[in-house]
């Protein structure tokens, strides 16, 4: 057990980055200072290792540890993602890639060598926080999205895709897959923080990952009209904020009714004035359920109270899917091959299943991926109060370094 290291310098050096002073939130979108600030660290721990790295196409953190005689099989590769959600927590993605440093440190510590290359890799705009898209970076690289619709993918500013690679230094043109890298993989695992409290429950320091739901985002656009909040009768009113409301009350209901999940998190009103009815609103629905069907029943109840409610009110309205995730069952054999290696080193992992999507979810469409979890007592994410304990996140960096050794070395 290698718990006292888990207050690894590598650790604290990212800690500080992008961290809200007043509220401990973190704030690393793509192509910002924060983001830039990430690819640094990255590249010292990549070089404090001996390790080449590299950044891909589309943008793409890689770091190689290669055998002496170069190692012509395929690569085992683990890493995670370094963005946040808006006012994040310092867990979700980052103690994967610091995870896989730090297992391979342990294996070196061991006196372990690679049989065959072993990546690290951090991919671009997991959280899809500043272009709206989920785990853009690993969806470019297996072709879940096409390259032409990723470059006009545009932030709030109105800023697109491909203008903010082009400002730091990238190329937009190259952006798309990469099915070279992926031949060249043989397995990717990703170490993340579990977003639920399962392990907490079952009192394990580490879990591995079943399936994730099939989870969407759907952009509900509401235009009425503005007027006078204080002179302006109910009944001349073409009020955006009523269809909206509708649509937050159906995504509750909805949500009950089918088992499943549905939040709207993100609302803009405009012109947001106090004493003035929105001229629009627009709301962006995220819901995920453990079947399509559900899914797909949870959404349209929900676009439908929208559509319904502003015909009611005189609101146009219009939807757009942003992104969608199908589920993911991950491949049994390489969660046997992790659970016996864990059984033999002592642990034998509960399987979850997850809401949560990440980049091994959709990996897993190209190259056998599975999943670490590591317990969160409270089970918050996407909050600055996300948590891990220092001997849970140790727990592991040993199970990694368990899984890597068993895959990747001699
Ligand atoms: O939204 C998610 O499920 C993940 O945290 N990106
Ligand atoms: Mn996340
Ligand atoms: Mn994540």
């Known amino acids: 057990m290698n718990g006292g290291r888990w207050e690894l310098p590598l650790w604290q050096a990212l800690l500080p980055v992008g961290r809200d002073p007043v509220t401990g939130g973190y704030h690393r979108l793509s192509f910002t200072e924060a983001d830039a600030a990430c690819r640094d660290w990255f590249a010292r721990a990549a070089a404090d290792r001996g390790l080449r790295a590299e950044t891909d196409r589309n943008g793409n953190l890689w770091a190689w540890w290669t055998p002496r005689d170069g190692g012509g099989e395929q690569a085992i590769v683990t890493g995670s993602h370094l963005d946040s959600v808006p006012g994040g927590g310092p867990y979700d993605g980052p103690l994967g890639v610091v995870s896989a440093f730090a297992a391979i440190d342990l294996l070196r510590d061991r006196g372990l060598e690679p049989a065959r290359p072993l990546g690290v890799v951090a991919f671009a705009e997991e959280e899809g926080a500043r272009f709206g898209s989920a785990c853009l970076g690993s969806r470019l690289t297996v072709g879940a999205i096409a390259p032409q619709e990723a470059r006009a993918l545009t932030d709030a500013d109105g800023v697109t895709l491909a203008a903010a690679i082009a400002e730091a230094g990238g190329d937009p043109g190259m952006i798309g897959p990469d099915p070279e890298r992926l031949a060249r993989i043989e397995a990717f695992i990703e170490l993340h923080i579990e977003q639920g409290r399962a392990l907490a429950r079952l009192g394990a320091p580490v879990g591995v990952a079943g399936a994730i739901w099939p989870h969407g985002r759907w952009r509900i656009d509401l235009a009425g009209q503005a007027d006078h909040a204080g002179t302006t009768r109910l009944a001349d009113r073409r009020d955006p904020m009523l269809p909206f409301a509708a649509a937050v009350v159906a995504a509750r209901q909805a949500a009950q009714d089918e088992d ?141 370094a368990a899984v890597l050794a068993e895959l990747a070395c001699r």
């Open 260 to 400: 499943g999940l549905a939040t709207i998190g993100k609302v803009v009103a405009q012109p947001g004035a106090v004493n003035a009815i929105c001229s629009s609103v627009s709301a962006w629905l995220d819901a995920r359920a453990r079947d399509e069907a559900r899914l797909e029943r949870i959404v349209s109840r929900v676009l439908r109270a929208a559509a319904e409610s502003a015909a009611s009110q005189g609101v146009q309205s219009s939807e757009r899917l942003d992104s969608f995730t199908p589920g993911v069952r991950f491949s049994d054999g390489l969660r046997a091959r992790l659970a016996a290696t864990l059984a033999r080193a002592g642990t034998v992992p509960p399987v979850l299943d997850t809401g949560a999507g990440h980049d091994a979810g959709v990996l897993a469409a190209a190259v056998p991926a599975a999943m670490l979890f590591v317990r969160n007592p409270s089970g918050i994410s996407h909050a600055p109060a996300e948590h891990a304990d220092p001997q849970d996140c140790a727990a592991g960096v040993d199970a990694l």
